[in-house]
């Protein structure tokens, strides 16, 4: 399209772009106040809009760094308020935005970016992949009975949101910025968070757990009732440093008085929250879904950034739409991964490697199901023990 341009919004643009991504989701415009807050997280230069002349797209990211496997922190763009105005959609104004993003983000030195996808087909086209996943929890809070050999815990104390909002920070950095997969919050990232927590719950608490070195836990919360009067505790975030202070917590949990259900909503896959009751399928695993999306924006840092599970070094060749300058072969096994001039031994596209990148999806899966082309028929097994990890990868922060 010849009138279309693509280009940063200015500061007195921001705030029609965030009404425009509000009414893409079918949600109103926001108010001064919630603007106060979320103004604070369009960081100057990362914010795009689509003019045709009048805005009609628009996209932000915001910068942080993630954990990836072997604990190294790597320089992410964290992308989201994506929408395009209704009536202008499939003419191509998010393939113009992401192709601005992604070349920014090159230029930036961005090693990954991430979003959450409102749906699974949209983003796969530009090097997308599903990197982790998520379950939902449901426990029948009247039934549940920890075990007798759950740990004690600590103390527990009940914030409110006003009290609490100042302290989330501190608390995040403390007990969640370990595990792979984790993010960093800048403090662009808390006043929105705050501002959707606050849109939400009536009376959103805060339950902080302190153990013998501090505080090393924390969770938030709202409880509501349905139309049958079943109150169920929502639970927003959950972090925590060691394992009595998931103990602590949940002991807590329980304890919350005139609920009947707690629902806590995308949890890591490995999470055991059934190993805590004597019964454990009070524990109930309600779904499973895509938690982040991934793009490995410079290949090349990004895989020579991980460790490897101990297993023959395979060669992968990568092939890139969006970013052409990623194309090519790599050497990866135990002693690291770098470009190479060697035969590939699989070859898969950019959105296929984000889904190997955090072992979440084996590259036997990924053959299987035809992601990956085997030129070595050794290949995939080897990949599966080279890109394995640990523990579940999961992020934990919404954006
Ligand atoms: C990270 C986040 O912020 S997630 C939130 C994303 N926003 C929303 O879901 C809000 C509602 N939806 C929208 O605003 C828009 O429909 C968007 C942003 C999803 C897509 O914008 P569009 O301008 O319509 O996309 P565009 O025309 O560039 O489409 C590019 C391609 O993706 C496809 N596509 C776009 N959206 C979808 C979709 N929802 N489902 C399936 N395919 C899609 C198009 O068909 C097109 O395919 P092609 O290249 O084979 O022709």
Not at 218 to 228: G, M, Q, R
Not at 236 to 241: L, N, Q, T
């Amino acid at each position: 399209m010849s009138d279309r341009t693509v280009r940063i919004l200015r500061p007195d643009e921001q705030r029609g772009a965030w009404d425009l991504f509000r009414a893409a989701l079918h949600v109103q415009p926001g108010t001064d106040e919630d603007w106060d807050r979320v103004s604070k997280a369009y960081e100057a230069e990362r914010s795009w809009g689509v003019f045709e002349p009048d805005l009609v797209g628009t996209a932000r990211s915001f910068a942080a760094e993630m954990v990836v496997p072997g604990g190294a922190r790597l320089p992410l763009a964290a992308v989201t308020g994506v929408g395009v105005r209704a009536g202008r959609t499939r003419r191509g104004v998010l393939s113009a935005l992401q192709a601005a993003q992604l070349a920014d983000f090159a230029e930036r030195g961005v090693a990954l970016s991430l979003l959450y996808a409102s749906e699974g087909a949209i983003y796969g086209r530009y090097g997308y992949g599903v990197a982790t996943l998520a379950k939902r929890v449901v426990v029948d809070r009247h039934r549940a009975q920890l075990r007798l050999d759950v740990p004690a815990g600590g103390e527990v104390t009940v914030l409110g949101v006003d009290e609490a909002a100042p302290k989330w920070p501190e608390l995040y950095a403390a007990t969640a910025t370990g595990r792979v997969g984790a993010m960093t919050r800048s403090e662009v990232y808390w006043p929105g968070y705050e501002a959707s927590l606050r849109r939400r719950a009536k009376l959103l608490q805060t339950a902080v757990h302190r153990g013998p070195d501090g505080d090393d836990g924390f969770l938030t919360y709202y409880v509501e009732e349905d139309a049958n009067e079943h109150a169920k505790l929502n639970v927003m975030a959950f972090h925590y440093a060691n394992p009595a202070a998931f103990a602590g917590l949940w002991r807590f949990l329980l304890s919350v008085d005139l609920v009947d259900e707690i629902v806590l909503a995308m949890r890591p896959l490995d999470e055991p929250h059934a190993l805590l009751f004597a019964d454990p399928r009070m524990a109930k695993t309600e779904s499973t879904d895509d938690e982040c999306w991934l793009r490995l924006v410079d290949v090349r840092a990004a895989l020579a950034a991980r460790t490897y599970g101990p297993a023959e070094p395979v060669v992968l060749e990568v092939f890139d739409r969006s970013l052409p300058g990623n194309d090519g072969r790599y050497v990866v096994g135990p002693d690291g991964a770098s470009r190479t001039d060697a035969e590939p031994a699989l070859r898969l596209s950019a959105d296929t490697l984000a889904m190997l990148y955090f072992g979440t999806w084996r590259a036997s899966a990924l053959a299987a199901t035809g992601r990956i082309e085997v030129f070595d028929p050794a290949a995939p097994e080897a990949a599966d023990v080279l890109f394995g990890t640990r523990e579940s990868v999961w992020c934990g922060t919404f954006f």
